[in-house]
């Protein structure tokens, strides 16, 4: 399918804004984008967002996949002043919640809770209660333990009236909660905040977590009275036309243009993320000398696309791929197979790739990875159920040490492999041979 690029043929007109533009303000990797910012119209993402916010009454659920606009779109959503922004990675229990609330909204309060620490709350109460800013109060002090037991009603006492605080702070300032990253806090701890948010939903709180789309609502929705409670809006696949939106904004504020076989390039090897994109479009205008919006238009050439893109390898999928590749770590002697390009490699190595040699597809069925392992294999594939296990094992992996974001999944239910990272799928296409010597 065609891209309906419209950046091909240069505006005419010499810009008369300033050349000062710089490029990494137009193309913004990482941040929040304002000349190149898709506003999504052809998915109900928007309204959805709105009218769930309208409804109340639910917690919001943003869920896509890594790089795929989550915090952006949260941001455009909803201005500063409406919303405390807490990041699931930088607080690891419900109590860093309230804490953190307390403290963007109310600075002073914050100051006042730490001066109302005494001598006899230990490191260790406050650790109970999972309040970090007390930890280290009291350090190593031996207390008796009637001291102990009157330390840990106060913390408790403290703790309770935090989650109140914060709650009214909320209430009052009419801020919405958002919860960016949530699958980062562990479990237990998301299911104590969903709790405690039950009941200040109904009187009004505005709630809105940004999660990556596996299990980290599953305990949520379980809980008891939150069914129906929960509204999930999932971030829609880009869709290459979406994605070359990027580009032709940022081109037109640039002043630049590529031909659109180019651009379609570009927007196919971002594998359905903008983030990859936004860099394909700044590297491009590097290589062709625009680091700034240009006063004479300009038009960019993409000369060795190979190397364009291998330049554009990110090591961390890298790493992740070769530790999928390495597979559990187990004395068990593992069999080795032949591909048909003279290589070898055991049943993980011989897994990865076949998903390789589709593209990678991000979303493959068994019989699909099937078909390719029978394509890169010398021999017969391995037993179905050894392909299974292969795979849950992959999972695992990716989940283990990559934490819900994942790297490749395997749903079991639909026999479906997802590869869920985009900087995976572009490595996988665009790097050295999984499981190779120059690995
Ligand atoms: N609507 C958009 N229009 C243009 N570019 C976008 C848009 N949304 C996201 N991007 C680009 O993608 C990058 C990543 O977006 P964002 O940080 O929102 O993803 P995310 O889903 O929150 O990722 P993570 O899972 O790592 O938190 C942004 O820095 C920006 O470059
Ligand atoms: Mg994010």
């Known amino acids: 399918m065609a891209i309906p690029f419209s950046g091909r043929r240069p505006p005419k007109q010499i810009a008369k804004e300033s050349p000062q533009l710089p490029l990494r303000d137009v193309f913004v990797v990482g941040g929040t984008p304002t000349y190149t910012y898709v506003n999504r119209t052809e998915t109900d993402m928007e309204s959805r967002f709105i009218d769930a916010l309208d409804d109340g009454n639910k917690i919001i659920t943003i869920s896509g996949p890594t790089k795929s606009g989550k915090t952006v ?163 829609p696949p880009w869709t290459n036309s979406e994605l070359g939106e990027i580009a032709k904004k940022g081109f037109a504020t640039l002043n630049v243009a590529a031909e659109d076989r180019v651009l379609e390039g570009l927007a196919l090897e971002s594998f359905g993320s903008p983030h990859l994109m936004q860099e394909f479009c700044r590297h491009l205008c590097r290589v062709n000398s625009v680091r700034n919006r240009q006063l004479l238009s300009k038009a960019l050439t993409l000369r060795d696309r190979d190397e364009f893109f291998r330049r554009a390898l990110d090591s961390s999928a890298q790493d992740v791929l070769g530790s999928l590749a390495a597979g559990p770590t ?68 990716s989940r283990q040490r990559f934490g819900e974001r994942g790297a490749i999944d395997f749903e079991e239910t639909h026999k479906t492999i997802h590869v869920v990272d985009p900087f995976v799928a572009f490595y996988m296409r665009w790097g050295p041979p999984i499981g190779g010597d120059d690995e």
């Open 330 to 397: 187990s004395s068990r002697k593992r069999i080795q197979r032949s591909f048909v390009n003279g290589e070898s490699g055991d049943t993980y190595v011989a897994v990865l790739r076949a998903i390789a040699n589709t593209g990678p597809k991000t979303k493959l069925t068994y019989n699909e990875l099937r078909e390719s392992l029978r394509d890169i294999l010398a021999d017969e594939p391995p037993a179905a159920h050894e392909i299974t296990r292969v795979l849950e094992k992959i999972s695992d992996i």
């Open 73 to 235: 779109f949260c941001k455009k959503m909803l201005a500063e002043d409406q919303r405390v922004w807490i990041s699931g990675g930088t607080v690891s229990t419900a109590d860093d919640v309230w804490t953190a609330i307390v403290h963007k909204l109310d600075g002073a309060t914050a100051r006042q809770s730490e001066a109302y620490v005494s001598e006899e709350d230990s490191s260790e109460f406050a650790a109970e209660a999972g309040i970090n800013i007390l930890a280290g109060s009291a350090k190593g002090e031996k207390r008796s333990k009637r001291a102990a037991q009157r330390g840990a009603a106060k913390t408790k006492f403290r703790v309770s009236s935090l989650v109140h605080e914060a709650i009214d702070l909320l209430v009052t300032s009419g801020s919405t909660l958002v919860i960016d990253d949530f699958h980062y806090i562990p479990e237990p701890e998301r299911v104590r905040l969903v709790r405690a948010l039950k009941a200040p939903l109904e009187e009004g709180l505005r709630v809105v977590f940004l999660c990556v789309p596996h299990r980290a609502i599953e305990p949520i929705r379980a809980e008891r009275d939150m069914q129906g409670r929960i509204e999930v809006i999932a971030v």
